[in-house]
């Protein structure tokens, strides 16, 4: 999975993103623009890779429990994960697939970023290797 420049470049054109950036599924290579140093962009796109990783899991296993629960009706709603938001209390960081992105949720809310994030990576693979 390539990283997606240019959906950096518009997230950073977004009121209140003070960050946002990409990182190889290895979790190795990452590239980012906004407030942070290259250790912070380090060691947020190796923390995100493994969240996100975590989720996913967590989500394969949701989704095959509720077919398992619900035989006959095939796919019951949930999917597995394609992305997670944390809120602080000033900033939140939002992964969705190999692209992150932080932002103050006092000067925007999370469904701009969120809508561009899913709409930009809506074709990115689903397999973290």
């Not at 060691?43 to 509720?66: N, P, S, Y």
């Not at 009706?73 to 997670?84: I, S, T």
């Amino acid at each position: 999975m390539t990283i997606n420049y240019s959906l950096i470049d518009e997230l950073m054109e977004l009121p209140g993103v003070m960050a946002a950036g990409g990182f190889t599924y290895r979790g190795d290579q990452n590239t980012y623009r906004g407030l942070m140093s290259d250790v912070e962009a380090d060691i947020l796109a190796k923390a995100a890779r493994a969240t996100l990783e975590a989720v996913r899991m967590q989500g394969d296993i949701l989704k095959m429990f509720t077919t398992v629960c619900s035989p006959g009706v095939g796919e019951c709603g949930l999917e597995g994960g394609k992305g997670l938001a944390v809120r602080g209390t000033e900033r939140t960081i939002c992964v969705v697939s190999n692209a992150f992105c932080i932002f103050d949720h006092h000067k925007t809310s999370l469904n701009p970023v969120l809508s561009l994030m899913l709409e930009r990576q809506a074709d990115a693979p689903d397999v973290l290797i």
